[in-house]
Nanobody, 115 residues
Framework: QVQLQESGPGLVKPSQTLSLTCTVS??????????WSWIRQPPGKGLEWMGA???????YYSPSLKSRTSISRDTSKNQFILQLISMTPEDTAVYYC???????WGQGTQVTVSS
């Protein structure tokens, strides 16, 4: 059974960098041709795909967030990591990690940007 779990700070100050980790259990992030994504949902708004890292390590980003987003991975820990720089209150959202496979989505983690 594949499971994804997000972790990271719940509160970030404006201008700081957000770093979130998705820990995957039950499958390797380097095999099976899966893509591992970060998605967010601001309050009262729809889902926004932020970017993904492929099984190969290739990365893909939303054009609207590309200048502020970096996705990497730690294969020794079977984790993939989101970094979002220059946070503003508009980045307040529930952040999800997800895969295009049987594990689906993590439960999500609330991130609030406030001083």
């Amino acid at each position: 059974q594949v499971q994804l779990q997000e972790s990271g700070p719940g509160l970030v100050k404006p201008s700081q960098t957000l770093s979130l980790t998705c820990t995957v259990s039950g499958d390797s992030i380097t095999t099976n041709y899966y893509y591992w994504s970060w998605i967010r949902q601001p309050p009262g708004k729809g889902l926004e795909w932020m970017g993904a890292i492929a099984y190969s390590g290739s990365t893909y980003y939303s054009p609207s967030l590309k200048s502020r987003t970096s996705i990497s991975r730690d294969t020794s820990k079977n984790q993939f990591i989101l970094q979002l720089i220059s946070m503003t209150p508009e980045d307040t959202a529930v952040y999800y990690c997800a895969m295009d496979g049987p594990g689906g989505w993590g439960q999500g983690t609330q991130v609030t940007v406030s001083s």
